[in-house]
């Protein structure tokens, strides 16, 4: 062989770019690693479960032949080749497929398999469905406090309605002193208060909210003729009856 000539074209031609060579190895070496595995299968020798499905596929798709006697009987009562079994030919004309067993589990193992898979599908669907019906009734309970509170703080402003007009009206009336202390509202400035103010204010904190409203209303109602939904003042209580809705809210909305 004659040495290379470094100032040929061929030598300036070659892909010198660093690190092709390690890529060139590389795919090299995946080569080899796929030309082997194809020589491991065709050398590789066939189990003996391969080999006796291959000869029972074979046995399955060949048609019988004269040489089967139960064949050779159905020929002799007039069946020919392709035909349908029974006197008019409503039976089969393919024969019953066969189920080969090539587990090792016990017969009714699929079966016990397949129930418990249906068993687990039925239990996780019950748990979707009463993690759903937990939602939904965590929902309406919210719903359901959040209204009672906005009604609460309807209430509440109600009630704090009643007590203004229930001041003034009874300060235009010279009535000094509520006659209840909670009918009032309560000043802002903390002011030492003797120990019946204290038992009255325990026993008015034993109302709740709607019956101080109920029995406020009542007492604006009876005593000034005056409705707080309807902001007037009647002149009596029969141009109160004739003229006001209701006593409530609820038959004024």
Not at 19 to 34: D, W
Not at 51 to 77: I, Y
Request: charged fraction near 40%; charge should be negative; glycine fraction near 6%.
């Amino acid at each position: 062989d004659e040495e290379e000539d470094y100032m040929s074209d061929l030598f300036i031609k070659q892909d010198v770019r660093p690190g092709l060579p390690m890529v060139r190895r590389m795919k090299e070496a995946i080569q080899r690693e796929e030309k082997q595995k194809e020589a491991n299968e065709k050398n590789r020798q066939k189990s003996i479960k391969e080999e006796e499905k291959e000869r029972r596929d074979l046995v399955l798709k060949s048609a019988l032949g004269n040489e089967n006697k139960g064949f050779t009987l159905l020929q002799k009562m007039g069946y020919k080749s392709g035909q349908a079994l029974g006197k008019s030919g409503e039976g089969i004309v393919e024969p019953i497929p066969l189920n080969i067993k090539t587990g090792r589990s016990g017969l009714g193992h699929e079966e016990l398999k397949k129930r418990k898979a249906e068993e687990k599908l039925e239990s996780y669907r019950q748990k979707l469905h009463m993690k759903k019906q937990a939602n939904e009734q965590a929902a309406d309970q919210f719903r359901v406090r959040f209204k009672n509170k906005q009604e609460e703080r309807k209430m509440e402003g109600d009630l704090r309605k009643s007590q203004r007009a229930c001041q003034q009206l009874d300060m235009q009336k010279d009535i000094d002193v509520p006659k209840e202390t909670w009918y009032w509202l309560e000043p802002e400035e903390e002011d030492k208060k003797d120990e019946e103010d204290k038992e009255d204010e325990c026993t008015s904190s034993d109302l709740s909210v709607s019956e101080k409203l109920h029995i406020l209303t009542a007492y604006l109602r009876g005593e000034h003729f005056y409705c707080i939904w309807c902001g007037t003042t009647y002149e009596d209580s029969e141009d109160l009856s004739s003229n006001c809705p209701g006593d409530s809210a609820a038959d004024h909305d």
